[in-house]
Structure formats: C-alpha cells, structure tokens
T-cell receptor, first 111, second 111 residues
C-alpha cells in the first residue's frame, strides 16, 4: 500500500465548474500538505501548502486538511481551461528529508 | 533566472551506455533531491542530499550514483542503462518541509 493514495481520474468538467480533488494517507507523522500542478512535459509547480489541519485559500483554490481522517482536498472554483493539468498531492514530515507524492489526478476543463 | 535547472532536457541513448544528468539550483537551498516519474505520473524519491551529505537513498540500483560537489549542484550518473530506466527524472530543492521546487525534468529514453 502506498503511503499516499490519490484517484488518478481522469476528471473532465465544464468551464466554470467546481472541482474537488482528494488524497488519503496512512502516515500520521505527516505535518505538511502540498498541492502541485503539472502541465504536460513540465515540472511540478507548487500551488499551495498547509501545515497540520485546517483550510487555506488562495484565489480560486482552497486546500483543506483533516488529520483525524487522514484526508486532504483541493477545491478549484470557477474552473478554467488553463486549469487543465495533472494535480499531485504531496506530504512531508517535519524533517523534510523527502516528499511523498500521490499518483496525480488528470483534470480537463472543457470550454 | 531559472531556480532549478537540469540538463539535458531530453536524452536518448542505447542500452548499456553510461549517462549523466546535471542539476543546479540558485535558491540557496540546503536540500536537493532526485525523483523518478514513471509513465503513470507517479513521483518516487531516489536520493536526497542535505548540505552535500546523502540522507536518503531509496531502493535504487547501484548503477545510479548521485554526486553533490557543492550544495547548489546535484548530479546523477547512470551506468549500464537498461530499458526500464526510461522515465522522466526530476531534480528538486527545498529549504523547508513545506515546499520543494522542481526542475523541468530530463526525459530519458533507453533504446
């Protein structure tokens, strides 16, 4: 069993829809939770990160962490065709010696 | 002013050859990583260095040898390349457990 599980999709939504992306994890030592966006043939780009439980909002993006359920989410409001990419969740412990990634969810936003 | 840069971007080589990938970061980060991304987009840690010292060495064949001449550089040398080594290799750096910055990747194809 992988330490981080993520539904690979693919996910296809119409422009303007609200998108929900999720990951679950098993390691209770994870304290930092990140979401990356990766366009085709590019490197992963950090969208946002959260420390411990709680919510964080940045423009159209909201990240939620529920450590009691070992469940994290990323919500994208008013989705745009430019949001079409693979979204990867990632987690780390306090050491930062490595980042554990989910398998990524492929998202397509249809104009 | 690319923060994490890798060379080459594409590498096509024959089985049995030896090749190197170079990585440089200008962010002043102490920790650098090599990740391998397979065809299903899963990012798996290979090596992690902190201030030129190896701190993570996952179950990677010993044909893969990282070298960190200084904390801004982390190179990856691969001996006796095999078909299964074909993947995208990403270099990353970080200064905290909350975020890692990735290079654009090196797409290695072994024929």
């Amino acid at each position: 069993q992988k330490e981080v599980e993520q539904d690979p999709g693919p996910l296809s939504v119409p422009e303007g829809a609200i998108v929900s992306l999720n990951c679950t994890y098993s390691n209770s030592a994870f304290q930092y939770f990140m979401w990356y966006r990766q366009y085709s043939r590019k490197g992963p780009e950090l969208l946002m990160y959260t420390y411990s439980s709680g919510n964080k909002e940045d423009g159209r993006f909201t990240a939620q962490v529920d450590k009691s359920s070992k469940y994290i989410s990323l919500f994208i409001r008013d989705s745009q065709p430019s949001d079409s990419a693979t979204y990867l969740c990632a987690m780390s412990t306090n050491t930062g010696n490595q980042f554990y990634f989910g398998t990524g969810t492929s998202l397509t936003v249809i104009p | 002013d690319t923060a994490v840069s890798q060379t080459p971007k594409y590498l096509v080589t024959q089985m049995g050859n030896d090749k190197s990938i170079k990585c440089e970061q200008n962010l002043g980060h102490d920790t650098m990583y090599w990740y391998k991304q397979d065809s299903k987009k899963f990012l798996k840690i290979m090596f992690s260095y902190n201030n030129k010292e190896l701190i993570i060495n996952e179950t990677v064949p010993n044909r893969f040898s990282p070298k960190s001449p200084d904390k801004a550089h982390l190179n990856l040398h691969i001996n006796s390349l095999e078909l299964g080594d074909s993947a995208v290799y990403f270099c990353a750096s970080s200064q905290s457990p909350s975020q890692a910055f990735f290079g654009q990747g090196t797409r290695l194809t072994v024929v």
